[in-house]
C-alpha cells in the first residue's frame, strides 16, 4: 500500500473570478428584534471572516443581556396572537417563506459560500433543502395526528389537545447555518411558536438575511435573530424565565452548558450534538463502492458535518484492499476556494481557532505512531485549509478514533468479527449516526438494530430527507430534528376529559 507523509493535495484559487458578494448582499449588520433591525445596546462588535481569504466581510454587535431580554419580550408580545392562527394559516405563511427564499436562491448560495468557505456545490444542497424544510412543516402541521378521541374511562370522553410551547430560544451552529435555522425555525412557527435564534458568531450572515427577506411575511416579534457570543446571549437564553424551550444544535460543551443554564427553570431542553460515526465495512462490501460513496460520505462541508464517515472499521480480510480504494478516491479530491470552480469539493476549515483544532488532532496523532495514509496537515494559505486525510494503523481507544475532530480526516481501523465490530463501533461516548456495508441482507438488519446511533444506514451514508428525524443517543443529545417528530418536540399535549354521564 502506497502511502505518503504530508498534504497531497493543492487549494485551487479562483484568479480572475469576480467576489462571491457585494456590499450589497450583506444583511444589515444589525440585530433583528420585533420585525425590525436594531442597533445593539453596546458599540461591542465582532469581525465576520471568510475563511477562504481570511478577510473581514463584516461586523456584528455583540449582543447583551439586555439585547437578548428585549428579543425574548418582543416574542412573547407576539406569542398569543401566533398560537391563535389555525394551521392553514400557519402553513401558508411557512409555504410563502419558502418561496421567498427560493426566490433568492442564488443570492443566499453565494452568501454561504463566502462566510464559511463552503464549496457551492454544499451550499446549494443547503438552500434547497432549507426550502424543502419550510415547505414539508407547511404540510406536516396541516396533519398532525394524535390519540383518537373517546371514552378511555366510562361516561367520560377524553381529547387531546396539541398545543404550542410559547417562545422558544434558538442557538445554531457554524457549519451549516442556514440549514440548521431552517431545521428549527419551520417546526417551532409550524406547532404555533415564537423564537428567539442566535446564530454563529462567525457565521451569521445568511440567518440574517433570511430575516430580512421574510420581514413581511411574519408578525413582529415571530422571529428574532440576536448576534453575539454563546457565554452571554446563549446563556441568557438558556436561563431566561420567559423561554419556554432552549434548543440548540452545536457541540457536546455547548450542549452541557446549556442542559445546566435551563436547570433553574425546568424549561425543555432540546439538544442535536456532535457524532463520531463508525462505518463497518464487512469482508462482502462492493469495496469500490463504498470507497466513492465516502468521498461524499466522509468528505462533504470538508468534514465539518457532525453525521460525516469520519471512523472506518473494516474487516482485517479486506482492509488493504479498501485502504487503497479510499486512498485513491481521496487524492482526487478537489479543494478550493468556492470561487474556483464548480467541481471543488473540499473547502477550508471555518476559522483560524477550528484550522489549529483540527491541525492539532493530526500532529497529536502522527506523534502517537498512527500513520497518515495521505493528507495529513495544513495546506497553503490564505485560508484556512487542511488536506483530505486518511489514518491507518489507528489502535483502539486513539483519541483521533474517539473524539470528534470534525474535518476533512478519516479513521481507519480492522476488526476481526462480528461482534469486535458491533463493540467498537459502540465504544464511543456519541450516538448521532453510523453506517453498514454489507451484501448479506440478514447481515445488514441484525447489525443495524445492534448499533447505538439515531440514524444507521445501510450501503450508504449521510442521506438525509425531511420525512425521517434527525438526532441522537448518549452524548449525542435528546430531540429529533426533522419529521414529524419535530412538531412533537416543539409541542405539548393536553388532556380534557369531560363527564358525559347522564
Not at 282 to 308: I, K, P, V
Request: hydrophobic content about 45%.
Amino acid at each position: 500500500m502506497t502511502t505518503t507523509t504530508g498534504p497531497t493535495a493543492a487549494v485551487r484559487r479562483a484568479t480572475d473570478a469576480p467576489p462571491l458578494i457585494t456590499e450589497a448582499d450583506l444583511p444589515p449588520a444589525r440585530h433583528f428584534i420585533d420585525g425590525k433591525f436594531v442597533d445593539g445596546s453596546t458599540q461591542q462588535a465582532i469581525d465576520v471572516v471568510d475563511p477562504s481569504t481570511e478577510n473581514v466581510i463584516a461586523r456584528i454587535p455583540e449582543a447583551t443581556v439586555e439585547d437578548i431580554d428585549s428579543a425574548v419580550a418582543a416574542a412573547v408580545s407576539a406569542k398569543e396572537q401566533w398560537a391563535l392562527r389555525v394551521p392553514k394559516d400557519r402553513s401558508e405563511v411557512l409555504h410563502a417563506v419558502a418561496d421567498r427564499l427560493a426566490e433568492h436562491t442564488d443570492l443566499l448560495v453565494r452568501l454561504e459560500s463566502a462566510n464559511t468557505g463552503k464549496p457551492l456545490a454544499v451550499s446549494r444542497d443547503d438552500v434547497a433543502m432549507t426550502i424543502d424544510t419550510f415547505r414539508f412543516m407547511a404540510g406536516a402541521v396541516r396533519a398532525t395526528t394524535s390519540l383518537a378521541a373517546g371514552d378511555y374511562a366510562e361516561d367520560h370522553l377524553s381529547v387531546i389537545l396539541r398545543e404550542p410551547l410559547g417562545v422558544v430560544g434558538v442557538i445554531t451552529p457554524w457549519n451549516y447555518p442556514l440549514l440548521m435555522a431552517a431545521w428549527k425555525i419551520a417546526p417551532i412557527l409550524a406547532a404555533g411558536n415564537t423564537l428567539v435564534i442566535k446564530p454563529s458568531e462567525q457565521t451569521p450572515l445568511t440567518t440574517l438575511k433570511f430575516a430580512e427577506l421574510v420581514a413581511d411575511l411574519l408578525p413582529p416579534g415571530v422571529v428574532n435573530v440576536v448576534n453575539g457570543y454563546g457565554a452571554v446571549a446563549g446563556a441568557r437564553l438558556a436561563e431566561h424565565p420567559d423561554v419556554d424551550m432552549i434548543a440548540l444544535t452545536g457541540s457536546v460543551n455547548s450542549g452541557r452548558a446549556v442542559a445546566r443554564a435551563a436547570a433553574d427553570t425546568l424549561k425543555r431542553v432540546h439538544l442535536e450534538l456532535g457524532g463520531k460515526a463508525p462505518v463497518v465495512v464487512f469482508e462482502d462490501a462492493d469495496l469500490a463502492a463504498t470507497a466513492s460513496s465516502l468521498r461524499t460520505g466522509s468528505f462533504w462541508n470538508s468534514g465539518q458535518e457532525c453525521g460525516a464517515a469520519c471512523r472506518v472499521l473494516v474487516h482485517e480480510s479486506v482492509a488493504e484492499r479498501f485502504v487503497e480504494q479510499l486512498v485513491g478516491e481521496v487524492r482526487s479530491l478537489v479543494v478550493g476556494e468556492p470561487t474556483s470552480g464548480e467541481d471543488v469539493e473540499v473547502g477550508p476549515m471555518v476559522s483560524k481557532a477550528h484550522f489549529e483544532r483540527v491541525t492539532g488532532y493530526l500532529e497529536r496523532a502522527k506523534a502517537e505512531g498512527v500513520r497518515v495514509a495521505t493528507g495529513g496537515g495544513a495546506l497553503d494559505g490564505p485560508g484556512y485549509f487542511v488536506a483530505p486525510t486518511v489514518l491507518v494503523d489507528v489502535p483502539e481507544g486513539a483519541e483521533v478514533a474517539r473524539e470528534e475532530i470534525f474535518g476533512p480526516v478519516v479513521t481507519v481501523e480492522t476488526f476481526a468479527d462480528e461482534e469486535e465490530a458491533v463493540r467498537r463501533a459502540n465504544d464511543v461516548p456519541l450516538g448521532l449516526s453510523a453506517s453498514v456495508w454489507t451484501e448479506n441482507a440478514r447481515r445488514s438488519h441484525d447489525i443495524a438494530a445492534r448499533l447505538d446511533f439515531g440514524t444507521v444506514w445501510v450501503n450508504s451514508h449521510l442521506v438525509l430527507a425531511g420525512e425521517v428525524p434527525w438526532g441522537g443517543f448518549k452524548g449525542s443529545g435528546y430531540g429529533r430534528d426533522l419529521s414529524i417528530y419535530a412538531l412533537d418536540d416543539y409541542s405539548r399535549t393536553k388532556h380534557v376529559m369531560h363527564n358525559h354521564g347522564r
